[in-house]
């Protein structure tokens, strides 16, 4: 199966840029960027076939705006990042000969500790400079 989505439109399999809703209640047809996930009520669309979406008489048609680029780092992403380092930064040095903390990956002495591993808190890790 090919990690590329493709467009829902019948003998169309140009990839997939934009994904096509419907709010029945409203009368509303609304055109997104790609969901992250294909969904069994929604339609994946190709670039030409977003572009020439029409609805039926009476319907309203609610573009989103569709970023072609790349995802940027959000702000949210930036700031989780600069809280990680300042908590790293707070956590106490231990002396390299002391043994090994029990929060490290694999225990005490497990077969995946990493000498260069100074501490832990949950997926991150503190790690020593190659300099000292």
């Known amino acids: 199966m090919s990690p590329v989505r493709r467009c829902s439109r019948t003998a169309c ?3 997939a840029v934009a994904t096509l809703t419907y709010v029945y209640a409203d009368s509303t047809a609304v055109l997104g960027p790609l969901a992250t996930y294909a ?3 929604c339609y994946d669309l190709c670039s030409e076939h977003s572009e020439r979406l ?3 008489r009476g319907w309203e048609v609610v ?3 569709v970023e072609s680029g790349p995802a940027r780092p959000s702000g949210d992403d930036l700031e989780a ?16 000969s002391a043994a090994a903390p029990s929060d490290a990956v694999g225990g005490p002495g497990g077969r995946d500790s990493d000498p260069m591993e100074v501490a832990r808190r949950g997926h991150l890790r503190v790690l020593r400079s190659p300099e000292s």
């Open 13 to 15: 399999g140009r990839p």
């Open 39 to 41: 969904e069994p009520h």
């Open 54 to 56: 029409t609805a039926p």
């Open 63 to 65: 573009r989103l705006a």
């Open 81 to 96: 990042l600069a809280n990680a380092v300042r908590e790293a930064a707070r956590t106490p040095r231990r002396d390299p």
